[in-house]
């Protein structure tokens, strides 16, 4: 069971998304725990602020550190510093998340997404509770929920029970370092294209050496630098 706390100004955003297919189910069997904590909630302002100007000037807001440290401070409450001893702050500057973090975090019993909005910040409060800095690409978005939401989707999957079985989280793009190999389904002709001869033969072995092939091929061809770690690997 891990359980997931996303702080957040845009809770419903994250609990919409994160609550569907897939994952909407592993919170109903059990599997995973999902929670959005509203950043606003905790601010102290009698206006319901949560941001403010930065010392020394400087375009648009800072998110203030009394709400963001008093809504992680509501969390370690209920579960425990021990617990709760992992803080992933999604930001831009970042480390690029990866599969293999993904494995890493997979086994923690609990995780605290912290999402970003305005200019960032106050740095105080980010070196008070953070432990990691997180980035999902070299791309910009508005804020750091969809983000939260891409790891956490990434996350889940490989949670043990959370998917069935033909949803496998193994034998697949990245888990053995390859892109996966092409497939076809009926008819066996559509459009004039003819599905390839080797998969009608029902020999396993030659379908099996197919696919691996063809993986191999497509790889090389599409990401030349997962191809060069995968030949790095073999040797
Ligand atoms: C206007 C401020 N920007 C100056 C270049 C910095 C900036 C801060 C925060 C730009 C975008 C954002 C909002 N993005 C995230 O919070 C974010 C993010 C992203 O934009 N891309 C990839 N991964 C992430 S994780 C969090």
Same mark, same amino acid.
């Given at each position: 069971? @891990?359980?997931?706390?996303?702080? $957040?100004?845009?809770? +419903? #955003?994250?609990?919409?998304?994160?609550?569907? !297919?897939? %994952?909407?189910?592993?919170?109903?069997?059990?599997?995973?725990?999902?929670?959005?904590?509203?950043?606003?909630?905790?601010?102290?302002?009698?206006?319901?602020?949560?941001?403010?100007?930065?010392?020394?000037?400087?375009?648009?807001?800072?998110?203030?550190?009394?709400?963001?440290?008093?809504?992680?401070?509501?969390?370690?409450?209920?579960?425990?510093?021990?617990?709760?001893?992992?803080?992933?702050? @999604?930001?831009?500057?970042?480390? $690029?998340?990866?599969? +293999? #973090?993904?494995?890493?975090?997979?086994?923690? !019993?609990? %995780?605290?997404?912290?999402?970003?909005?305005?200019?960032?910040?106050?740095?105080?409060?980010?070196?008070?509770?953070?432990?990691?800095?997180?980035?999902?690409?070299?791309?910009?978005?508005?804020?750091?929920?969809?983000?939260?939401?891409?790891?956490?989707?990434?996350?889940?999957?490989?949670?043990?029970?959370?998917?069935?079985?033909?949803?496998?989280?193994?034998?697949?793009?990245?888990?053995?370092? @390859?892109?996966?190999?092409?497939?076809?389904?009926?008819? +066996?002709?559509?459009?004039?294209?003819?599905?390839?001869?080797? %998969?009608?033969?029902?020999?396993?072995?030659?379908?099996?050496?197919?696919?691996?092939?063809?993986?191999?091929?497509?790889?090389?061809?599409?990401?030349?630098?997962?191809?060069?770690?995968?030949?790095?690997?073999?040797?």
């Amino acid at each position: 069971m @891990l359980h997931f706390h996303i702080l $957040t100004l845009f809770p +419903e #955003m994250v609990m919409q998304g994160l609550n569907t !297919s897939i %994952l909407g189910r592993a919170v109903k069997n059990g599997h995973i725990f999902i929670e959005a904590v509203n950043i606003r909630d905790y601010t102290l302002d009698k206006h319901g602020k949560v941001d403010d100007y930065p010392y020394g000037g400087g375009a648009g807001m800072l998110m203030q550190a009394q709400p963001v440290f008093d809504a992680y401070q509501s969390i370690v409450d209920r579960v425990g510093r021990e617990r709760a001893s992992r803080v992933i702050y @999604l930001t831009p500057q970042g480390k $690029t998340f990866c599969q +293999e #973090m993904a494995q890493e975090m997979a086994g923690e !019993s609990d %995780l605290i997404f912290l999402c970003g909005h305005y200019e960032g910040i106050d740095e105080r409060v980010l070196e008070e509770i953070v432990t990691d800095e997180v980035s999902i690409g070299d791309y910009v978005l508005t804020g750091g929920e969809l983000p939260a939401m891409v790891m956490a989707d990434a996350i889940a999957r490989l949670v043990p029970g959370v998917l069935h079985n033909g949803e496998s989280s193994q034998t697949e793009s990245f888990e053995d370092g @390859l892109l996966e190999y092409p497939q076809y389904s009926r008819p +066996e002709i559509w459009h004039e294209k003819r599905v390839p001869e080797i %998969l009608l033969s029902g020999d396993h072995a030659k379908v099996d050496a197919w696919r691996r092939e063809q993986a191999l091929l497509r790889t090389k061809e599409r990401r030349p630098d997962l191809y060069e770690k995968y030949r790095e690997r073999q040797f």
